[in-house]
C-alpha cells in the first residue's frame, strides 16, 4: 500500500494498485472498509452504483491479479399455481470502472430449478446493427418432474446443471426463463442461478427447497465465492480502447512502477497485468517499498537445481550452480568417476593399513629387542637376528626337525654356509605324546610383568650366560638370538646325527654303537653336565637329562642341548618350578621336596647310562610281566639278585663271562658302568657321586676298555 494507507481491512491485505481511501488506490481498484453489524471491519469493493456492497474475501498482484468476493445468488420463486413470487436477477455492478473479469478458468455457472433456463451475459456490443447486444451469452437448462429425481453430488440437468463460462464476462446478473408450467410444485418452490468458484459448491438436492429467500436483503442472504481476475484497463475497461503491453510502458500512468516488472496482456478481457520478473518477487506496481526484489533461490532447495555435486551462487534476478572441486560440466559429474574414487580410496586405506601394520610391528619389534637387551647383547659381540632375517635363514620355517616343551626346532642356514638349528619357543605348550611333569604336577604359571623381566635383565643375563657356556665342545653352541619376541628365539650349531633317542631306540635303523662309542658318549656327555655344576658363579643344573637332548655330531661327539630353554620359559612365565624335566629321568627326591639340585642331574644320567648299556627305554610296558617296568627299578633288582646286570644289557653288545678275554673285559666295564648308574640312582643322594666323579669313573672304564680295544 502507499505510504499512509491502511495496509489491511478485517484481516485483508491491501497491496496497491488496491487501497482503502483517496489517493490511496489506482483508478478503479478503490477498497472500502465498512462495519460489519457486530462492529468487525470488512473490506468490500467501491464504487458500485448500486446499494449491495460486495464482500471482499482476499487481494492479490502475484503471481496472477485476482480479487476473491462473494456475490449473491440470483433467484425466482413461484406459488402454488405456478406464479412468480418474487425475483432477483443478481446483477451487483461491481465493476463501474471495469478493470474486473470473472474468471472463466476458476469459476463455473450452476442452475437450480426444476423447470428452469437462465444464462448470463457479458460485453455489451455498442453497434446497433449488430445480431446480439451482448458478445457472450452462457447458461443451461435444468428440469425435474418430481422430488425423486434430483440427487446430492449430481448436477447434470436433473435439479441442478452447470456449465463453464466464457472470458470477458463482467456481470452476473441472470436471465431466467421456462418451458412448462410451475403450478404444483412445491417440492421445487424457487430457481436459483450463481457463478461460483470451482470446486465451493456441490448440488443439494435440499437446497432447491431450503433458501427460499425472505425479506432479508439479497446480499445478507445466499452468497457465493468467486474470482474476479483484475488487469489495468483505461476507458472502463472497453475493448476498443483500453491500452494493451504494446502501448502501455510509453503511458505516463504505466501500472508496472517497480525496477524489475513486466509488463504482461491480460487473458481475460482487454488492459494488461504487472509481474515481477523471472528470479524477483514483491508488488510489481510500486517503485519502493515492496517492489520487485531479488529472490534468493539459494535459500531454498526446492527453488534451484543444483545437483548434489555443486554450490548454489545466488545472483541479481537469478543463481548459478558451481560445480564442486573436481567436478565439471552440466550436471557437475566428478572429474575421476566415483567407482574409480571408491576404488582409490579403498586402495590407498589399504595401502595405509599396511604400512602402519607394518610400521606398528617394527615399532613393537624394536620395543622387544630394546626391552630384551638387544643393545647390551650386540655390544658384547652376540649375534641378533631379526624375525625377517630369521624368516630368510629357515626358508620361511619350512624344515621342522622336531619339537619339545619349548618349542619347535626348524633347521636353517646362516649367511657363512653354516646349518643352524633354530629353536622357536612357544606360548602354549601342546603335547599328549608325553607325560611331563608339568602335566602330573601342575605349575603355577604366572606371565611376569614384561616391565619386570626388563628392569631385571633376565633375559639378557640368561643368553649371555648360554653364549659363554654354550663353547664347552660337548654343549650345543648358542650361535645367536632373535629379541623381537616375548620369549627370544635362540639360534644353535647344527648338530648332524640327531639324538642319542632316535639312535638308542628307532625303529627304522638298527642302533650301531658299539661299546667304547657308547662309551664316548657317556664320557662326553657327563663332561657337559660336570662343566655346568663346576662353575663356580652360576652353579647350573640343566633339570632335563635324557638320550633326546643329547645330540650327536657326525663324529658322534655328544653335544648336550637344552640347559637353558626351561630358565627362559621360567623367566617369561616366572614358573615356581623353574625346571621342567621328562618323569622317566626325573629323581625321585624332587618329587617329594620339589627342590631341583645337581644330584637331580646325577639321578637322570644314571638313567641314561642305564639306557646307553641296556638299549631299554627308561620304562617301558611289558604285556607278559605285569605292565609297566621302570628302568631304574628293574636294573637295580636285576644287579641285586645276579650281581650284575648281564640279564638286561644289550645283546648286541659283546661280552660274557666265558673264555674270550674281550667279551669278558666288555662285561666287566658294563658292569662297572652298571655299578656307576646304580650308584647315581641311589636314594641318599649324598651316596651319588658328583658328575666329576661319574667322569672320573667313566674314564676309568675307558682305560679298561681301551686297553683290550686296542
Ligand atoms: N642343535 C640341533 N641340531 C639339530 N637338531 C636339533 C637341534 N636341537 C634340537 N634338534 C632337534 O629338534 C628336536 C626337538 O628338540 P628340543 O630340544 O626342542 O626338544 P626335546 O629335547 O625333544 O624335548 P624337550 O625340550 O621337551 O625336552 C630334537 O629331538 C632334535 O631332533
Given at each position: 500500500?502507499?505510504?499512509?494507507c491502511?495496509?489491511?481491512?478485517?484481516?485483508?491485505?491491501i497491496?496497491?494498485?488496491?487501497?482503502?481511501?483517496?489517493?490511496?488506490?489506482?483508478?478503479?481498484?478503490?477498497i472500502k472498509?465498512?462495519?460489519?453489524?457486530?462492529?468487525?471491519e470488512?473490506?468490500?469493493?467501491?464504487?458500485?452504483?448500486?446499494?449491495?456492497?460486495?464482500?471482499?474475501?482476499?487481494?492479490?498482484?502475484?503471481?496472477?491479479?485476482?480479487?476473491?468476493?462473494?456475490?449473491?445468488?440470483?433467484?425466482?420463486?413461484?406459488?402454488?399455481?405456478?406464479?412468480?413470487?418474487?425475483?432477483?436477477?443478481?446483477?451487483?455492478?461491481?465493476?463501474?470502472?471495469?478493470?474486473?473479469?470473472?474468471?472463466?478458468?476458476?469459476?463455473?455457472?450452476?442452475?437450480?430449478?426444476?423447470d428452469?433456463?437462465?444464462?448470463?451475459?457479458?460485453?455489451?456490443?455498442?453497434?446497433?446493427?449488430?445480431?446480439?447486444?451482448?458478445r457472450?451469452?452462457?447458461?443451461c437448462?435444468?428440469?425435474?418432474?418430481?422430488?425423486?429425481?434430483?440427487?446430492?453430488?449430481?448436477?447434470?440437468?436433473?435439479?441442478?446443471?452447470?456449465?463453464?463460462?466464457?472470458?470477458?464476462?463482467?456481470?452476473?446478473?441472470?436471465?431466467?426463463?421456462?418451458?412448462?408450467?410451475?403450478?404444483?410444485?412445491?417440492?421445487?418452490?424457487?430457481?436459483?442461478?450463481?457463478?461460483?468458484?470451482?470446486?465451493?459448491?456441490?448440488?443439494?438436492?435440499?437446497?432447491?427447497?431450503?433458501?427460499?429467500?425472505?425479506?432479508?436483503l439479497?446480499?445478507d442472504?445466499?452468497?457465493?465465492?468467486?474470482?474476479?481476475?483484475?488487469?489495468?484497463?483505461?476507458?472502463?475497461?472497453?475493448?476498443?480502447?483500453?491500452?494493451?503491453?504494446?502501448?502501455?510502458?510509453?503511458?505516463?500512468?504505466?501500472?508496472?512502477?517497480?525496477?524489475?516488472?513486466?509488463?504482461?496482456?491480460?487473458?481475460?478481457?482487454?488492459?494488461?497485468?504487472?509481474?515481477?520478473?523471472?528470479?524477483?518477487?514483491?508488488?510489481?506496481?510500486?517503485?519502493?517499498?515492496?517492489?520487485?526484489?531479488?529472490?534468493?533461490?539459494?535459500?531454498?532447495?526446492?527453488?534451484?537445481?543444483?545437483?548434489?555435486?555443486?554450490?548454489?551462487?545466488?545472483?541479481?534476478?537469478?543463481?548459478?550452480?558451481?560445480?564442486?572441486?573436481?567436478?565439471?560440466?552440466?550436471?557437475?559429474?566428478?572429474?575421476?568417476?566415483?567407482a574409480?574414487?571408491?576404488?582409490?580410496?579403498?586402495?590407498?586405506a589399504?595401502?595405509?593399513?599396511?604400512?602402519?601394520?607394518?610400521?606398528?610391528?617394527?615399532?613393537?619389534?624394536?620395543?622387544?629387542?630394546?626391552?630384551?637387551?638387544?643393545?647390551?647383547?650386540?655390544?658384547?659381540?652376540?649375534?641378533?637376528?631379526?624375525?625377517?632375517?630369521?624368516?630368510?635363514?629357515?626358508?620361511?620355517?619350512?624344515?621342522?626337525?622336531?619339537?619339545?616343551?619349548?618349542?619347535?626346532?626348524?633347521e636353517?642356514?646362516?649367511?657363512?654356509?653354516?646349518?643352524v638349528?633354530?629353536?622357536?619357543?612357544?606360548?602354549?605348550?601342546?603335547?599328549?605324546?608325553?607325560?611331563?611333569?608339568?602335566?602330573l604336577?601342575?605349575?603355577?604359571?604366572?606371565?611376569?610383568?614384561?616391565?619386570?623381566?626388563?628392569?631385571?635383565?633376565?633375559?639378557?643375563?640368561?643368553?649371555?650366560?648360554?653364549?659363554?657356556?654354550?663353547?664347552?665342545?660337548?654343549?650345543?653352541?648358542?650361535?645367536?638370538?632373535?629379541?623381537?619376541?616375548?620369549?627370544?628365539?635362540?639360534?644353535f650349531?647344527?648338530?648332524a646325527?640327531?639324538?642319542?633317542?632316535?639312535?638308542?631306540?628307532?625303529?627304522?635303523?638298527?642302533?650301531?654303537?658299539?661299546?667304547?662309542?657308547?662309551?664316548?658318549?657317556?664320557?662326553?656327555?657327563?663332561?657337559?653336565?660336570?662343566?655346568m655344576?663346576?662353575?663356580?658363579?652360576?652353579?647350573?643344573?640343566?633339570?632335563?637329562?635324557?638320550?633326546?637332548?643329547?645330540?650327536?655330531?657326525?663324529?658322534?661327539?655328544?653335544?648336550?642341548?637344552?640347559?637353558?630353554?626351561?630358565k627362559?620359559?621360567?623367566?617369561?612365565?616366572?614358573?615356581?618350578?623353574?625346571?621342567?624335566?621328562?618323569?622317566?629321568?626325573?629323581?625321585?627326591?624332587?618329587?617329594?621336596?620339589?627342590?631341583?639340585?645337581?644330584?637331580?642331574?646325577?639321578?637322570?644320567?644314571?638313567?641314561?647310562?642305564?639306557?646307553?648299556?641296556t638299549?631299554?627305554?627308561?620304562?617301558?610296558?611289558?604285556?607278559?610281566?605285569?605292565?609297566?617296568?621302570?628302568?631304574?627299578?628293574?636294573?637295580?633288582?636285576?644287579?641285586?639278585?645276579?650281581?650284575?646286570?648281564?640279564?638286561?644289557?644289550?645283546?648286541r653288545?659283546d661280552?660274557?663271562a666265558?673264555?674270550?678275554?674281550?667279551?669278558?673285559?666288555?662285561?666287566?666295564?658294563?658292569?662297572?658302568?652298571?655299578?656307576?648308574?646304580?650308584?647315581?640312582?641311589?636314594?641318599?643322594?649324598?651316596?651319588?657321586?658328583?658328575m666329576?666323579?661319574?667322569?672320573?669313573?667313566?674314564?676309568?672304564?675307558?682305560?679298561?676298555?681301551?686297553?683290550?680295544?686296542?
Open positions: 500500500a502507499i505510504p499512509g491502511l495496509t489491511q481491512c478485517g484481516g485483508v491485505e497491496p496497491y494498485p488496491f487501497g482503502v481511501g483517496t489517493n490511496c488506490s489506482r483508478k478503479g481498484f478503490r472498509c465498512i462495519n460489519g453489524s457486530a462492529g468487525e470488512i473490506p468490500v469493493l467501491l464504487p458500485t452504483t448500486r446499494y449491495q456492497n460486495i464482500r471482499v474475501l482476499n487481494l492479490s498482484v502475484s503471481p496472477l491479479p485476482e480479487a476473491r468476493v462473494l456475490l449473491p445468488v440470483a433467484w425466482q420463486c413461484f406459488n402454488a399455481t405456478g406464479g412468480v413470487t418474487g425475483i432477483y436477477s443478481g446483477d451487483v455492478d461491481f465493476n463501474p470502472e471495469g478493470v474486473y473479469r470473472i474468471s472463466n478458468t476458476q469459476n463455473e455457472l450452476f442452475v437450480l430449478g426444476c428452469t433456463y437462465a444464462f448470463t451475459k457479458g460485453v455489451r456490443v455498442h453497434n446497433v446493427n449488430a445480431r446480439f447486444p451482448y457472450y451469452f452462457t447458461g437448462i435444468t428440469v425435474s418432474v418430481d422430488d425423486k429425481d434430483p440427487r446430492d453430488g449430481a448436477c447434470a440437468g436433473l435439479g441442478c446443471c452447470r456449465v463453464d463460462i466464457p472470458p470477458g464476462i463482467t456481470d452476473t446478473s441472470m436471465t431466467f426463463s421456462s418451458t412448462w408450467t410451475r403450478a404444483n410444485q412445491t417440492f421445487c418452490p424457487c430457481d436459483y442461478a450463481f457463478i461460483v468458484e470451482k470446486g465451493n459448491y456441490t448440488f443439494k438436492a435440499s437446497d432447491l427447497v431450503s433458501h427460499t429467500p425472505d425479506n432479508r439479497p446480499l442472504w445466499w452468497t457465493m465465492p468467486l474470482r474476479l481476475d483484475w488487469a489495468i484497463r483505461d476507458n472502463n475497461g472497453d475493448s476498443m480502447t483500453s491500452i494493451s503491453c504494446a502501448q502501455a510502458p510509453n503511458e505516463p500512468d504505466y501500472g508496472c512502477r517497480s525496477k524489475h516488472s513486466e509488463c504482461t496482456n491480460s487473458t481475460n478481457g482487454p488492459g494488461y497485468f504487472c509481474k515481477c520478473a523471472h528470479g524477483y518477487d514483491g508488488n510489481p506496481y510500486v517503485q519502493s517499498d515492496g517492489e520487485c526484489t531479488n529472490i534468493n533461490e539459494c535459500q531454498d532447495p526446492k527453488s534451484h537445481n543444483c545437483s548434489s555435486g555443486s554450490k548454489c551462487i545466488d545472483t541479481d534476478g537469478g543463481y548459478y550452480c558451481q560445480c564442486n572441486f573436481f567436478r565439471r560440466g552440466q550436471q557437475c559429474d566428478p572429474l575421476i568417476p566415483m574409480a574414487v571408491a576404488l582409490l580410496t579403498t586402495f590407498a589399504v595401502v595405509l593399513g599396511c604400512v602402519a601394520i607394518v610400521l606398528l610391528q617394527t615399532l613393537n619389534n624394536r620395543k622387544r629387542f630394546n626391552r630384551n637387551g638387544g643393545k647390551l647383547l650386540n655390544a658384547q659381540g652376540i649375534t641378533t637376528y631379526t624375525k625377517r632375517e630369521l624368516k630368510k635363514i629357515t626358508n620361511g620355517y619350512s624344515k621342522r626337525l622336531g619339537g619339545g616343551h619349548f618349542g619347535n626346532v626348524y636353517g642356514t646362516i649367511v657363512d654356509g653354516r646349518k638349528a633354530v629353536k622357536c619357543p612357544l606360548r602354549t605348550r601342546v603335547s599328549s605324546h608325553r607325560c611331563h611333569w608339568k602335566n604336577i601342575r605349575p603355577r604359571r604366572v606371565p611376569l610383568p614384561q616391565q619386570r623381566v626388563e628392569e631385571d635383565g633376565s633375559f639378557m643375563n640368561e643368553i649371555r650366560f648360554q653364549f659363554e657356556v654354550s663353547r664347552h665342545k660337548n654343549l650345543v653352541q648358542l650361535l645367536g638370538c632373535c629379541l623381537e619376541t616375548d620369549i627370544p628365539i635362540l639360534v650349531e647344527f648338530v646325527n640327531g639324538s642319542l633317542e632316535d639312535i638308542l631306540h628307532s625303529a627304522k635303523k638298527p642302533c650301531t654303537l658299539s661299546l667304547p662309542e657308547r662309551l664316548d658318549i657317556a664320557i662326553g656327555s657327563a663332561e657337559a653336565i660336570a662343566y655344576h663346576s662353575l663356580d658363579n652360576q652353579k647350573r643344573v640343566h633339570g632335563d637329562i635324557k638320550p633326546s637332548n643329547i645330540l650327536l655330531d657326525d663324529d658322534l661327539n655328544p653335544k648336550v642341548s637344552d640347559f637353558g630353554s626351561s627362559l620359559l621360567a623367566i617369561h612365565s616366572y614358573y615356581v618350578r623353574a625346571v621342567a624335566a621328562d618323569i622317566g629321568y626325573m629323581d625321585p627326591l624332587y618329587m617329594k621336596t620339589e627342590h631341583f639340585t645337581l644330584e637331580c642331574d646325577v639321578y637322570s644320567f644314571g638313567v641314561v647310562l642305564l639306557e646307553l648299556i638299549r631299554r627305554r627308561a620304562s617301558w610296558y611289558e604285556q607278559d610281566h605285569q605292565g609297566n617296568k621302570i628302568l631304574p627299578i628293574e636294573f637295580v633288582k636285576c644287579f641285586k639278585d645276579h650281581g650284575s646286570g648281564c640279564a638286561m644289557y644289550d645283546s653288545l661280552f660274557s666265558g673264555e674270550d678275554a674281550q667279551s669278558r673285559c666288555n662285561k666287566r666295564c658294563l658292569d662297572m658302568i652298571g655299578m656307576l648308574a646304580v650308584r647315581c640312582l641311589k636314594e641318599d643322594k649324598r651316596e651319588r657321586p658328583t666329576a666323579e661319574v667322569v672320573e669313573e667313566l674314564k676309568r672304564v675307558k682305560v679298561l676298555l681301551l686297553g683290550t680295544h686296542i
